[in-house]
């Protein structure tokens, strides 16, 4: 268990809706990470969040945004779903920015299926 | 652009043989560089990593990585395999982005170990 925390596990919607995919990080952890893992696209980075505020963007689609909220907790909103949006989505932590020496520790995952 | 290659998509082995899982990197600057395996419907779980220093990295589960920098590779190693290491692998760099970090990861390798 890495300590890491991600719900809901598995999330089934239909396509034009909206869902928000929440990350707790391990205790004490600053930054936030959230990544796509799907079969064509592969391991993606998607948005890197360090104390509330946004420090790397990825291949993140403009109708997906993030946030991190003062208890260091994550949302991942992704809304006007399609199909091709369905994907296993991660979240991960580390302690700081330390130049990305830190190790992530990555979450379960949320398994969004679009139908 | 960073960038890593995992040649192969599966890697199959005896058990109680030692086995290889290939990585190769490609950075401007100087490689940080992971390792992580997933078991199925689970999380990435981190492995181990080489920052600097010797290049032989010893990492969880019996697994050590070998950081060779004129072969820019970082292929994972266990002397002896065990079919409980069957899953699926991934190699990372971590490529800074903006005024944060991100992971590049490999498209996996699928190792089977087999009695």
């Known amino acids: 268990d890495s300590g890491v925390t991600q719900t809901p596990k598995h999330l089934i919607t239909a396509t034009g809706q909206r869902v928000t995919l929440r990350c707790s990080p391990r205790?004490?952890?600053?930054?936030v990470y959230w990544y796509q893992q799907s079969l064509d696209q592969g391991l993606q980075f998607l948005i890197q969040?360090?104390?509330?505020?946004?420090?790397a963007k990825g291949n993140i689609l403009e109708r997906f945004s993030a946030q991190q909220f003062p208890d260091l907790h994550s949302e991942l909103n992704l809304s006007s779903l399609e199909l091709g949006d369905s994907a296993l989505y991660f979240c991960?932590?580390?302690?700081?920015?330390?130049?990305?020496?830190?190790?992530?520790?990555f979450g379960p995952g949320t398994r969004l299926l679009v139908l | 652009a960073q960038s890593v290659a995992q040649p192969e998509d599966q890697v199959n082995v005896a058990e109680g043989n030692p086995l290889t899982v290939k990585c190769t990197y490609s950075?401007?600057?100087?490689?940080?560089l992971f390792w992580y395996v997933q078991y199925p419907n689970r999380g990435l779980q981190f492995l181990l990593k080489?920052?600097?220093?010797?290049?032989l990295v010893k990492g969880s589960y019996g697994f050590e990585a070998e950081f060779n920098k004129s072969q820019t590779s970082f292929h994972l190693k266990k002397p002896s395999a065990l079919v409980s290491d069957s899953a699926l692998y991934f190699c990372?760099?971590?490529?800074?982005?903006?005024?944060?970090?991100?992971?590049?990861f490999g498209t996996g390798t699928q190792l089977k170990v087999e009695l």
């Open positions: 990372a760099v971590r490529a800074k982005t903006g005024g944060g970090n991100k992971l590049t």
């Open positions: 991960a932590s580390s302690g700081g920015l330390a130049g990305g020496l830190e190790t992530q520790y």
């Open positions: 969040y360090y104390n509330g505020e946004e420090r």
């Open positions: 080489y920052i600097t220093g010797d290049n």
């Open positions: 205790s004490g952890d600053l930054s």
């Open positions: 950075v401007s600057g100087n490689p940080y």
